[in-house]
């Protein structure tokens, strides 16, 4: 394996993020930090929520930053680059393994995942105010959580990146990631869902109910949530799945 | 030492759309009517041995194999059969060896916009291991020579054309490699900038660099190529120095008639005249090989008269790669 390749790759991609950096956060962040501002301040503030909804919110606003951010930060490009601007040919020439280049991507969406979540911890805890409770008991299990969502978005990117025509960017949003969104456990636990059991069931099909879940039980564990073994092992099968089927896509894009 | 290349038997079949071969490779479609199959033979049997050190043209019209050619040769496109070397490395097996050894620049300009001109060649040099001194250094180095020195530091999505070819070029001599592919380098160039690929070309070529090309330009071909394989529909026509391919055709001019009627009678009468090698009749037009051009024009209009037929138009081709073509193929290069 060639590493100097490969890191010479990340380091790109990198150096292409840091001088992106403020479009890069207004457009992944600013949708979430709206939501906490209406739903976390606006309606707690006047009463149509109670205080404690605000602990219940972050952990979801926090998991559907970083897979909107991994996401978009793979797979925009990767969908530009082999369709459009071709930008990418220069990287798969390079003394590498091309596959090794879909790892580099997925490694580099991670990074910028964690680096939304990073950004958005702090940035909605100064849009709620006071109320908030979140605890870290264990430092540990959040951090395996963070990792397995950083790497769900970032592979979720490799594989509709690899797998979306340039005309269907619009579908991919209002098809895909509006229902993703709005199933995904984000403003509402899961076990809030118990009145709609059919709904309740389907919406284990979306990867992001167990990263909401999975963050909410690390981050506010007092409210009811899937267990956090169940929510590990989802994603590990569902990272396991898509960077497989992003890695298959990803071969066929570049190799006619 | 410089580095060959060469092929063996190389076969193409795409069996869906190629996601990023040229264009003109969708154009022919063979699908098999019975099963609704998608099926284009890209290349069918291409056998090529280019020494190290030789300037190699691939001559050919749209959808003739040379972009499918150069894609193999360059990884991109798994061949269906055959072989497929640079030097001693088998090219689909062997890539990361192979891909060392080339640099390339392909058909439409695929710069790194998110880059300026600088970045785009120390990244490039970053990719293959290079180190940063040296990165800056050759850098700068190619910046000057393809005159882009004064826009280095812009991002190149701004760039026009033919600056976006000349930066496309850099690139690929970033990481100087043994051999180096260039499809169609010179669509789409003002003529000053394309003395100037010529030039750098050549001069790439005397310090012992293998140099691959692909275009349907035969002044280009013939200016710049040692030999030239000329393509179509998947096979080898012809491979030869520009020279002996020109010599080769019959008579070398090409003199193409338009007449009201054309008969067998006329098209006989036309190939006995002194000077005439080959008559081809192709409804009312009809190509005559000669040894001369201007000469026969007058006995010409004598016979087409005399047959009781009006000449509408003649036109007079001196010998060239265009005029090989169309004998091999009955087709124009441009069609």
Known sequence: MNWKTFFAMLARDA????????????????????????????????????????????????????????????????????????????????????EWLAVEKVLAGMLQALVAGGFVVPASWLLLGKGVALSLNQPLLFAGVLVLVALFASAGGLTLGCSVNQTQIGLMFSLLLAPMISFGCIYYPWSALSAFPVIQKLVLLNPLVYASEGLRATLAPQYGHIPLAVVMGALLAIDAALIAAGLRQFYQKAVS | MGIGVSTKDLRKIYTSPPPMAGPAARGRMMGRKERKKFEIVALDGVSLEISPGEVFGLLGPNGAGKSTTIGILTTRVRPTGGEARIGQFDVWRQQVEAKRLIGVVQQRPNLDFALTAREILTFHGAYYGLPSAERSHRAAELLDKFQLTERANDVARNFSGGMMQRLSIARAMMHDPQVLFLDEPSTGLDPQTRLLLWEIVREYNRIGKTILL????????????????????????????????????????????????????????????????????NGDRIDLYADRGGPLIGPIAAAVAESGTELYDVHISEPSLENLFLHHTGRSLRQ
């Open chain 1, 15 to 98: 150096h292409v993020a840091r001088r992106n950096l403020v479009a890069l956060l207004l457009q992944t962040m600013l949708q979430p930090l709206l939501f906490v501002f209406i739903f976390g301040r606006v309606m707690t503030s006047s009463g149509l929520m109670p205080e404690n909804y605000k602990s219940m919110l972050l952990p979801g606003i926090i998991g559907m930053s970083m897979v909107f951010t991994g996401i978009q930060a793979v797979a925009m490009p990767l969908i530009a680059e082999f369709q459009f601007t071709h930008e990418i040919e220069d990287r798969l020439l390079a003394p590498m393994r091309i």
């Open chain 2, 214 to 281: 692909t275009t349907h330009n035969m002044e280009e071909a013939d200016a710049l190529c040692h030999r030239i394989a000329i393509i179509d529909h998947g096979r080898v026509i012809a491979l030869d120095a520009p020279a002996a391919l020109k010599a080769s055709i019959p008579g070398g001019y090409l003199l193409r008639l338009h007449v009201s009627r054309s008969t067998t009678e006329l098209v006989a009468r036309l190939e006995a005249m002194a000077g005439v090698r080959e008559a081809r009749q």
